[in-house]
């Protein structure tokens, strides 16, 4: 059976990261050989490294493989990676997040693995990313491109913003949206047991999100756009699930504004999709996105969603019908949309149904397996008739983290 490498910068909680321990924990059940490699970084996000280890996932720890960009320990981690990707005979790699998929297409050329795919979880390239490392990563993820024969884009949009960057040709690009094991809906007994675990009162109206506390989630966003409305309607209460470096800075805000009983920071948390059962209305205050797997998630539980139409959001929720899409950065209008659904119990209602039958149509997570598989046979099955070149190594310029 063909041997195949998942190779990611981090294994931390979030959706990358569950996306590549899924199709190699798949994979393994199917009789094919794979194994997940991965740098050893750990975070506040929390790991899926015990998960992994549990399910019977091969897992490796390759030392010098690291978010920040450094280029001596990134040159260890190239040499280190082509050793062992030609060591290991692997028919194919699939790689994850910026850092990962750049030292490892170039060490997998180099190395002569047959073949090369790179997902694409969100693009480097942030909007808060300097003008001249936007365009050094950009022509990076171009020189990356060449080293593969499939670039998965978990969107639609994601997609075209890297056709829009010159990154990889039209043919190369396969569409897969994330998928999630879907779990039951929400009824009025998990609703009260999730509240009771928060300390949330019966009566109230919960507003709530999952996600890192970072800059792409914009927690202190959000609480800035919501905190008058929770001194004015006592009912409402919000909701942060997971960790990150913004915690300590949105519990100042919380606690400068005197809100500590209207808003709940249940950090990181296992039982995170049972608690969302807690919401009335989940919201993202995303500024970036790739496919945001929470809002899947939302969904299926039969929530709906208010967030800023950010690249695959929109391919997720639709305007109207299992939530509301507001232009980015319209705070204003967000918060209006979130208020509007928070008063309107029969609305919810609706999209809530909308929102679970939609995501069970879609977004089921052995669709995304199984078109995932079904792209790595159709490459192993064809005649490759001109490989990508292998080059020498390059390592990466010092600036900011690469992502991953």
Known sequence: MPRVCQLITRLVVGGA????????????????????????????EGTLSDEARARGVPLRLLPDLRREVSPLRDLRALAALRRELRAGGFDLLHTHSSKAGILGREAAAAAGVPLRVHSVHGWAMTPDTPAPLRRLYASLERRAARRAHALVAVSASVRDAGLALGIGGREQYEVIRGGIRLGPAIDARSRTEARQRLGILAGAVVLGTVGRLDDAKDPLGAFAALAPALRERPELRLVFIGDGRLRAPLERAVSAARLEERVVLAGLRADAAALCHAFDVFFLASRWEGFPLAIVEALAAGLPVVAYDVAGVGEAVEEGVNGRLVAPDDARTWRARLLELAGAPEERERMGRAARAGAIARFDLGRMLAATRELYERLLNREVREAPRAVPPVALPPGPAAGG
């Open 17 to 44: 990261q569950r996306l590549a321990l899924e199709l190699t924990a798949d994979l393994n059940e199917r009789g094919w050989q794979a194994e997940l490699w991965c740098g050893p970084q750990a975070g506040p």
